[in-house]
């Protein structure tokens, strides 16, 4: 790459059905990467690549790809200054279930385009990858897209964003109509009226007076884009209070890729990506707002020995640092690690160290990605998003380094999984296919687990939903070829504790010869820092439990918490205080005080209160006016607590937290209820303790 301002590293993310995958197509169409539009609905689309995309008209995994766009053009003619732009482009899942896809994305992009549907606005899933995107700070600009819908309603699309996102929404066009009159927009940058011509597929557009009956509204809308422009930079406020018409247009963009870099404004911009309106204007308003590797601030990492901060520049000449941020099977090449490049240089063939595992690792060969197709290229460099071949041992998340330069990057956080499945391999020979399946779905999806059930030597696979394991169950039978029975789902529970216990465990064994000795005082409680995991403290003096048992005694109470004293269900959060106990001469060793620590805990685990906690969804549901009353019953019915109710056009949204475990099969028994009229979205909300009698119900099924 010989510029690295030219290069965009961009992701398209928004609500299910917002048309991410549609404006896509339209992307690698007008860009020439593609010749034919490929249709979600016709399951022809070339970013889902997927036999089960295909087929839901969902998209499942996030699927990456490089193209270039020429800007800035007049009418499709080249300006004398025009550059050609690289665009790395990654199309992201929009239902909940994969939010990992999302997460993981945003985590190495430089920026984002946020769809919005005209007609439903602001969506839950629109919030949280808004979240995620505050989260890894990426800039985005917005298209209100689907305009020629019935209902399509831009400027109440602009307020949703500014009210239920919190963001500072600046329109840089306006529509000319809506719905079925939807022709073309006013761009309030150069003060003119675009319509696109219908003949061509979009690709040309011609410029018309604006409309009379639209002058007001632009004035007005136009006002308000100078005034955002001129707050944010002082030199042109000065020329605002002049004349607010002196701003230039070039002036303005200028600011407005300021502001955009600097996430204090999100430019908004309208369309319809399936009537192939609009899009060209925004890959223009990618490569003029949004950064390029160079505008973001370099990237951050410590040494892994003395935890020192340590920067490193986009830049070719430093030394060569990496994120794997996806790993892929590819049945013709194997295993496929996505990473961007964030500083040096990466030759096809060479070596390179991941710090996770502190090997060395030789990349064969080097892709530049097209949805599920590799390009070889013979080197990535500081910017790129890439992928490559010949990995013995990688996971999502890992820094790669050249040697002797090391440096750890932050990785990603993912959530944790809130529902399981008992799975179990049809026949005897398809064990270790079952097991080879899993391991390489758990290496390329980070947030399904497996787990075996030691009472019942069930195989547990727990994912973020019922779609996300119907998906990975049915990958199991087709890529894998493995038949598999499932049980019923199950919830992922958990336990906590309530109150605090001081419990002494003394453990013996005497069976001629050497025996088993170890005694430990401690202290049981919640955590009060309301952090997970195990809060570990020390408090032995004088010696009386010598230092090389303590680190044993941690794992004891580590291991003990995958096991709660309940109902097995794990404990997600305690705190252990150490402060006494003896020890034998001969007896003692570490695996004595490890099986103290076990046992103590589930002696102690009984009497600190003990209590079940169950996962609690965030329930959406869009109905019509005259289902309100069965909806909210049906809510009611399954322990929902109401959250409030909106009217959107004339239908109603409502709005619930709800136990995951009332809910399985809740979307087909809604659309009993509302005759197929009503459409819910499930959120993964919090934890929270299950009522007493619920409770002993879950004991009980759990010791069947």
């Known amino acids: 790459m010989a510029d690295l301002k030219l290069l965009r590293n961009i992701g398209i993310m928004a609500h299910i059905d917002a048309g991410k995958t549609t404006t896509s197509e339209r992307i690698l169409y007008y860009t020439g990467k593609t010749h034919k539009i490929g249709e979600v609905h016709e399951g022809a689309a070339t970013m889902d690549w997927m036999e089960q995309e295909q087929e839901r008209g969902i998209t499942i995994t996030s699927a990456a790809t490089t193209t270039q766009w020429v800007y800035p053009t007049v009418q499709g003619e080249l300006e004398a200054n025009s550059q050609t732009y690289k665009i790395n482009l990654i199309d992201t899942p929009g239902h909940v279930d994969f939010t990992v ?75 000319i109509g809506a719905e079925d009159t939807f022709k073309g927009v006013v761009d309030l940058i150069t003060n003119e009226a675009i319509v696109w011509n219908e003949k061509d597929e979009g690709k040309t557009y011609q410029v018309i007076p604006i409309p009379e009956d639209m002058l007001e509204d632009v004035a007005k809308w136009r006002l308000n884009l100078v005034e955002a422009v001129a707050s944010y930079d002082d030199n042109l406020m000065e020329k605002f209070f002049e004349d607010p018409n002196s701003i230039t247009p070039t002036e303005m963009r200028a600011a407005i890729r300021k502001a ?259 005694d430990i005082v401690f202290e049981l409680s919640p955590r009060e820092d309301g952090k997970q995991g195990l809060e570990f403290i020390n408090d032995i003096v004088g010696g009386v439990i010598p230092r090389e048992f303590i680190p044993a005694i941690q794992k004891g109470f580590e291991e003990s918490m995958k096991n709660g004293p309940l109902a097995g269900f794990p404990v997600d959060s305690m705190k252990v205080r150490l402060f006494h106990g003896s020890y034998h001469d001969v007896d003692s060793d570490a695996l004595s005080f490890e099986l103290a620590a076990r046992t103590g805990f589930r002696e102690a685990g009984k009497k600190c209160g003990p209590r079940i906690m169950e996962p609690i969804m965030s329930v959406e549901v869009v109905s019509p006016d005259e289902y309100t009353g069965p909806v909210t019953g049906d809510l009611n019915r399954r322990r929902g607590l109401m959250k409030g109710m909106d009217t959107k056009g004339n239908a109603q949204v409502i709005k619930a937290d709800v136990p995951l475990s009332e809910l399985f099969g809740y979307i087909t028994d809604l659309r009993t209820i509302t005759s197929g009229r009503a459409s819910a979205s499930l959120t993964f909300s919090h934890y929270e303790f299950v009522p007493n009698n619920i409770s002993e119900k879950v004991i009980e099924a759990s010791k069947k």
């Open 101 to 175: 896809e999302v997460e993981r994305s945003l985590r190495v992009l430089d920026g984002a385009v946020a769809l919005f549907c005209a007609v439903s606005g602001v969506e839950p899933q629109s919030e949280t990858v808004w979240r995620q995107a505050d989260k890894y700070k990426v800039p985005r600009i917005c298209f209100v897209n689907k305009m020629d819908r019935a209902g399509a309603d831009f400027f109440k699309s602009v307020t949703e964003i500014k009210t239920k996102l919190g963001a500072n929404p600046v329109p840089l066009q306006i529509p």
């Open 260 to 518: 955009v870099i600097d996430m204090s404004m999100s430019p908004v911009m309208c369309g319809s990506a399936f009537k192939n309106k609009g899009v060209q204007a925004v890959l223009d308003a990618v490569c003029c707002f949004l950064p390029s590797p160079l505008d973001m601030p370099a990237i951050e990492g410590h040494h892994p020995d003395t935890d020192e901060i340590i920067i490193r520049k986009p830049d070719v000449k430093e030394p060569f640092s990496a994120l794997a941020f996806k790993i892929a099977t590819d049945p013709f090449v194997g295993r496929l690690c996505f990473f961007r490049v964030y500083s040096g240089v990466l030759e096809s063939g060479s070596y390179v160290t991941n710090m996770r595992t502190g090997k060395k690792e030789r990349i064969s060969r080097l892709m530049q990605m097209h949805s599920n197709k590799q390009n070889p290229i013979e080197r990535a460099e500081a910017g790129d998003i890439a992928a490559g071949i010949g990995f013995k041992d990688i996971k999502t998340g890992d820094t790669l380094v050249s040697e002797g330069n090391p440096i750890i990057l932050e990785s990603m956080s993912f959530p944790e999984p809130v529902i399981g499945y008992a799975i179990e391999p049809k026949t005897q020979a398809d064990v270790d296919k079952l097991g080879m399946a899993i391991a390489k779905l758990i290496e390329e999806d980070p947030t399904l687990r497996v787990e075996t059930n030691h009472e019942t030597g069930q195989t547990i696979l727990r994912g973020m939903g019922e779609l996300h394991l119907e998906i990975i169950i049915d990958r199991m039978r087709r890529e894998f070829k493995v038949e598999i029975n499932q049980g019923a789902p199950q919830v992922a529970y958990k336990e906590s504790l309530t109150k605090a216990i001081e419990h002494k465990e003394v453990y013996k064994k005497q069976s001629g010869g050497r025996g088993k000795f170890a």
